[in-house]
């Protein structure tokens, strides 16, 4: 993209150590020109991004440039190149080669798509790719059906387009990241230990967590009979990870690939109705389904899917859509207990908050358990 270089403002204090660290990423993955602004981007939970802008003589190009948390992936190495294989295949299925239509992560010198700078407790994760033009996500949809729809239509497509991925090449860059049964028991030994002493004012909350422990494992077992396909899946399916075009909402690309690995596609379909097909923010309180909605992704998400899901699969949505809410309620509140060292928090009982917002979901989730399965399955027999 051209842009006048008197739009942007270029750093020029010296003792910027963000700019003069982004500058060094950026040669390293042989990006040609010099920076001239940045921007750290506050959403997401997990790493940490910048958006760079380098004037080369000729234009102004713009990046992503991006710090792994490494407490949270143990091996990046590997996730990275799970992302290198998925993005191969997902573009050998694009007829398109617009470049908006592509995630492209910039390769090194030794071609890695990472860096590591600094040793020990000191290093440091990074990895750069593509600024998509013209692009807009949604950090919730807003009670936007179109939007619902349109996400679900992407996500749909993604899982689709990686049917015949053999997801066998994949390491899990979180290990048991889906795995309701493990995320529980980790939760209830951590509520053992009680490592800050915050147990005892979120009684009621674990309370109703052990109370449907066993109504969220039914998919593991489910998967344990083989009753369940495991599929590459993107395991984060908020509507933040995909990119729309500014002016039609046509879903331009997936992002944030980091989580994709062997899984379910209920857990995918589910997640996505936990994070934007209800009527509250991920920690406000009251926080109810909101079926509309939800048929709104499930004609998006079904309609890409139908012709090649399993009975068990499609039977399996709607409960997918509960469980994964209660689990990240776990999540949430483990995290809470244990000093908040995995979600990003902008105030000290944040967490809680979460935990207690997706209760309240899950609530009302199991209320509409029926209708949500009939909605599914009447768009699937369409």
Known sequence: ???????????????D????KLSYICKQFRIEGDLIIYRLIPSGHINTAYYVALYN??????????????????????????IDLITKHVMSKERTLERRRRLHFHHTDEGNNYLIIGEGENREFWRLYNFVERSVSFETASGNEEVLRMSGKAFGKF???????????????????????????????????????????????IDEI???????????????RGELPVRVTHNDTKTNNILFDRDTLDPLVIIDLDTCMPGLACYDFGDTIRFAACTAAE????????????????EGYI??????????????????????????ASRFLDDYITGDKYFRIDYPTQNLD????QLDLFRSMKEHLNEMNDIVHEIADR
């Not at 234009?59 to 799970?82: A, T």
């Not at 499609?314 to 990240?328: K, R, V």
């Open 1 to 15: 993209m051209s842009s006048h270089i008197g739009n942007f403002i270029r750093p020029t204090e010296q003792d």
């Open 17 to 20: 150590e963000v700019y003069r």
């Open 57 to 82: 003589g000729v234009e102004v190009i713009q990046f992503l440039v991006q710090k792994v948390n490494w407490y949270v992936f143990k091996d990046p190495v590997s996730m990275m190149n799970n």
């Open 159 to 205: 899982v689709n387009q990686l049917q015949d991925f053999d997801a066998s090449q994949l390491v899990e860059s979180i290990p048991h990241f889906h795995d309701t049964r493990y995320r529980l028991e980790t939760f209830f030994a951590d509520v053992e230990k009680d490592p800050l002493g915050r147990v005892g004012e979120v009684a009621g909350e």
């Open 210 to 224: 052990r109370r449907n422990r066993e109504f969220a494992s039914q998919l593991c077992c489910m998967i344990e």
């Open 283 to 298: 920690d406000e309180a009251g926080n109810e389904l909101d079926i509309r909605l939800f048929r709104a992704f499930a």
């Open 303 to 328: 309609g890409q899917t139908a012709e090649f899901l399993t009975d068990n699969e499609l039977n399996s949505m709607a409960l997918g859509a509960c469980t994964i809410t209660l689990e990240l």
């Open 354 to 357: 979460r935990a207690r917002s």
